[in-house]
Every structure is written in C-alpha cells, then in structure tokens.
C-alpha cells in the first residue's frame, strides 16, 4: 500500500528502535532508522518520500529540535513524535507547532500501526495533490500558449500533456506556419527536462562541412581556426531537449551521423577520442510525409523509426477556421502592445473576410496579418483583393463562406474531382454542383 513512501525511526535506544522497525516491516512498510536527530537530518530533504517517527528524548538535539527543523526543511513532512509519560504536556506544545500526532510510552503494536498508516495516508495525499496542481498548472500553462477552442486543438493539447510527463521522444507533424516550435517548446517546459536547455537546430540551415562542428563541438586544435574548446548543439542540451526542426531537410550522411548518437546517446568531439554520455529528449519536426520520402529513399527508414516513438499532429488553420477570431485577437493584442498602438475596434467584415480565406501560411500568416492590421499597412486579405464582393455582411454570409472555402479546399486536395471531394465534404456530387453553381466556382 506504502510501496513508495518510508517511515525513518530516531530513536537512540537500540532495543526500541528495532522492535519498532519489526513490527512496520511485518505490516509490508519500509524503514530506515537514524540513532540521533543529527543523522535524520542528514538523509531527509524537501520532498523526502515518507514520515518521520522520533523519540522526544535524544542525545544532542532533542526530538522538539528536530520537528523546528524539520519544519524549515519540508512543512508538508508529518512527524510523529514517542513520549514518555512525564513529556504528554510536552508533546501537545509540539502538535501546536506542526507535530502530525504523539505516541505515548507504553504503546501496542496494533495502536502504533495505526498512527503511522494514517500519517503516512496524509503524505501520500499530499504528494497527490501536488502531482494534481502541477498538472493543472502545466494545463493552464498550455491553455494559454496554444490557444484554440476547437476539438482538434484540444486533443492537441491533451496529447502536450500526456507526452510532456513522458520520456518518449517525439515527432511532430504539421504544414509551415502552425507552430511547431511553439508545441516543442510546451513539451520541454512541462517534462522531465525543463530543467535543462532548449536547443534548437534548423537542419536545413546545417551544411556538410560544418555538421560535426555545431552538432558534436570540438576540441582546441581540431582543425585550422578552433582555438578553444566549443560544446556542440547535442552536448548543450544534455539533460535537455534537442528540437531538431526541418528534419526531412537533413543529407543522408548527415543522417547516420545522428542516427549513431540517438541509438548510443554517446558522442566524441571533433579531436578527442573521449565518448560524452549524453541524455536529453529529441523533438523533431517536418512538414512532410517522412515515411513516404523513406520509401522513396530521400529520408532513412531507421532513423525515420527512431524518431517516430510517438507523433504529435498539428491542424492547418483552415481546418480549425472556429479558432481564427480567437487567433487574431490574441496577436492584435500583443502587436498593439510591442508597437505602440490602440487595440484594434471589433470588425464584422474584416472577421468574416478571414473566415473565408485559406490561409496557406497557417498561423503565422494570421499573425502577420494581425500585424499589418495593427499598423494599417496593407491589411486586406489576398481573398479580399482577388474576389471583391465576397466579404460577406451578414451570420448567412459568414456561413456562406466558410462553405465556399471548405468546397474550393476539398477541390484543391482532390484536383477537382467532384465525388472525392463530395464524399470528403459529406455531400452528394448533384448538390455539390449546385453549390459551385451558387458561389461562381469553377468545377476545373
């Protein structure tokens, strides 16, 4: 039942403190057992996983000394102190100071049993509630950050969660411009190596000639120039997080190269001999089909596979036009703050105008716009300019446009082929015709 937690017993008299150790053990409880309160507070810590159960009376410091200090250390820590008849008044002082409840000489088994399983209940609450509350700060902390209100974009932030508290290294999916650095980053900052660095590396930056300098570092004298010691992007995020975006990008003997470091987790600096464990998470993102460019031979398939432990989708925005109004208020907001400017009025037209566009630059494409919008340069939508009289003024219209920009994207992803794209949309090809009809489209 108390698999994780451990009751540590001061007690300077040896006799006592065995027949109290026996008798948690034959319960299933671990102990530990310190003679004095100096030895206690060498093994606990803020967090220290149990209770603690000391005599009243110690040599050195006594046992009303250790519970003040116990306090300073870890407030949450129960502490249960044993008395002896004459020390009862003593022992009430001492739950007024924050003891967790007292035992008093002589006792029974089955009454000391008793006390610790419910002090020992009481930490294990209290580490559960902790574990609630950092999760729902994690959660709130993600709310804030990935914003959106519609259904994809919370499994996406559910799936933050449950990978962020994971170890599995991750492989993120999405078009350019919907964020992909953003969710590498919420991953980081509420997994287990957020206390480390956040290294970022463009792979489609990285050249030939200088991969093994950036991503492995080098030694002074390694090669005409380097002369000091440089770490490499992968030993900086040891304990970390290496995000390694563009990834498709990367050349094939780029490729075994990394391939070599994530199966060893080991790495040698250029001039060195000396194999560096290195432990961080590896976040990686494309835009593209990564197993389709494997089996075209343009990606590796065992690095492909390595990288792939668990996927993280990401939506274009067109596929969540419910959360654009919500998107662009939040970067107007930011833009008026970092320029100088008013907030920008609540637009009906302008809204419904971005409800009907596209947006092939996903989000930071709506971001710039937010931008230009702020600023009053060049703030109308490219849908705007290529079909005037669109801007729809009305719910109807708002509807409407949304509708004739599912139907154009459904045609773009099918090449216009009418019953592939009225099955995606859900509709018959007879009524989708009368719907190309109704909104000036051209079926090819």
């Not at 090809?429 to 079926?443: E, N, V």
């Given at each position: ?303 492909y596979y390595r990288l792939n432990m668990a996927t993280l989708p990401l939506p274009p925005l067109r596929e969540r036009r419910e959360d654009i109004g919500l998107l662009f208020e939040h970067f107007a907001l930011l833009a008026a703050a970092r320029h100088g400017r008013p907030a920008l009025e609540p637009d009906s037209e302008r809204l419904q105008a971005m409800l009907a566009w596209h947006w092939p630059g996903n989000v930071r494409e709506l971001r710039n716009f937010a931008d230009r919008c702020v600023l009053g340069v060049n703030s109308a939508l490219p849908g705007q300019q290529a079909a005037p009289g669109m801007v729809p003024t009305s719910l109807v219209q708002t509807v409407e446009a949304v509708e004739r920009a599912l139907i ?37």
């Open positions: 039942m108390y698999d994780a937690l451990t009751v540590l017993i001061v007690e300077d008299d040896a006799n006592v403190r065995l027949g109290c150790s026996q008798t948690l053990q034959l319960e299933g409880i671990r102990v530990e057992q310190a003679e004095s309160a100096e030895q206690a507070l060498r093994l606990l810590h803020n967090g220290w996983p149990g209770i603690v159960v000391s005599d009243v009376r110690l040599p050195g410091a006594d046992g009303m000394s250790l519970l003040q200090q116990l306090q300073h250390v870890d407030s949450d820590l129960p502490v249960v102190l044993i008395t002896g008849h004459g020390d009862v008044s003593m022992a009430v002082q001492a739950m007024k100071m924050g003891a967790y409840d007292f035992i008093e000489k002589p006792f029974s088994p089955e009454h000391f049993v008793q006390v610790v399983s419910r002090a020992l209940d009481r930490r294990q609450m209290s580490f559960e509630i902790k574990a609630l509350q950092c999760q729902l700060q994690d959660k709130q902390s993600i709310e804030a950050r990935v914003l959106g209100n519609s259904s994809v974009m919370s499994k996406v932030r559910e799936l933050i969660c449950n990978l962020g508290n994971s170890a599995a290294d991750v492989l993120i999916f999405g078009e350019t411009g919907t964020g992909k650095e953003l969710v590498a980053r919420c991953l980081h900052e509420v997994g287990h190596t957020s206390e480390g660095n956040f290294v970022a590396v463009n792979c489609g930056a990285l050249s030939d000639s200088l991969f093994d300098s950036q991503m492995f570092g080098h030694e002074a004298g390694a090669f005409t120039g380097a002369g000091k010691r440089v770490i490499g992007k992968i030993e900086h995020a040891h304990q970390g997080t290496l995000f390694l975006d563009e990834i498709e990008s990367m050349p094939m003997a780029m490729q075994v190269k990394l391939l070599r470091v994530l199966q060893e987790r080991t790495l040698e600096r250029l001039g060195s001999n000396q194999s560096i464990a290195i432990n961080c998470r590896v976040i990686a993102a494309t835009k593209v089909d990564l197993l389709a460019q494997a089996d075209q031979g343009q990606f590796r398939h065992d690095l154009v994207e459904a045609l773009r992803r099918h090449q216009h082929n009418l019953t592939r794209a009225g099955q995606e949309l859900g509709i018959a090809k007879s009524t989708l015709h009368d719907k190309i009809r109704k909104y000036g489209l051209s079926a090819s």
